[in-house]
């Protein structure tokens, strides 16, 4: 079956841009997960959905990132004047309530 | 807080022989730990998975692991290596969360274990 996708799966950007990264999880899971992996680093938790609602988003570094699933299913993580350090690979993962988590590929961002 | 620790940053093995990967965890009740693969330019794939049942865990690809709790550690371990081996490994814990009125995981990775496997 499907799995998690991710698109796009590379994003190059400018200092200050705005950028949109979306997840589309494996039909039918409830959870759904955005980690982010840095060079040479471990995948660090951003955010967790359950459903709709965003139920832990302690890992987001500051303001300038949020995210939505507004129906449950695909979510989009936005990252608002992008900073260099924002570089890294962004992976989205979904489960079945506490099951096993999916990744998908990932997308690979780079702020110039 | 929950930890993990990957003792070895890369581990180089020839093909064919056995293949050792070490971690360590810290967590204040009983984890649930993880191994997870990822190959170049490709997503994190499971490995094998431990939740409190049997102390030895066999996964995908002949790899395995054991849950030793007197020494926090669930080292990753395959007899004979292949070629396609040579990736990255992770070890991961989960901290069950609750919120939004269910439970959930929340992972805590390693740093990473590079494998090598020479012909």
């Known amino acids: 079956g499907a799995g998690v996708s991710q698109t796009p799966s590379n994003k190059v950007t400018e200092k200050g841009k705005y950028v949109e990264l979306r997840c589309d999880p494996i039909?039918?899971?409830?959870?759904l997960y955005w980690y982010r992996q840095s060079l040479g680093q471990g995948p660090e938790f951003l955010i967790y959905f359950q459903g709709t609602g965003a139920a832990d988003d302690s890992g987001l570094p500051n303001d300038r990132f949020f995210a939505v699933r507004p129906e449950g299913s695909v979510s989009t993580l936005k990252i608002q004047r992008t900073e260099r350090g924002d570089s890294a690979v962004y992976l989205c993962?979904?489960?079945?309530?506490?099951?096993?988590?999916?990744f998908g590929p990932g997308t690979r961002l780079t702020v110039l | 807080a929950q930890s993990v620790t990957q003792l070895d940053s890369h581990v180089s093995v020839s093909e064919g022989t056995p293949v050792l990967l070490r971690c360590n965890y810290s967590?204040?009740?009983?984890?649930?730990l993880f191994w997870y693969v990822q190959h170049p330019n490709k997503g994190l794939q499971l490995l094998l998975k431990y939740t409190s049942a049997a102390t030895l865990v066999k996964g995908i690809n002949g790899f395995e692991a054991e849950f030793k709790k007197s020494e926090t550690s669930f080292h990753l371990t395959k007899p004979s290596a292949h070629m396609s081996d040579a990736a990255e490994y992770f070890c991961?814990?989960?901290?069950?969360?609750?919120?939004?009125?269910?439970?959930?995981?929340?992972?805590?990775f390693g740093q990473g274990t590079i494998l090598t496997v020479h012909p």
């Open positions: 967590s204040s009740y009983s984890p649930s």
């Open positions: 993962a979904s489960s079945q309530g506490t099951d096993t988590q999916y």
């Open positions: 991961v814990v989960s901290d069950k969360g609750f919120a939004g009125g269910t439970s959930y995981g929340k992972l805590t």
């Open positions: 039909s039918g899971h409830t959870a």
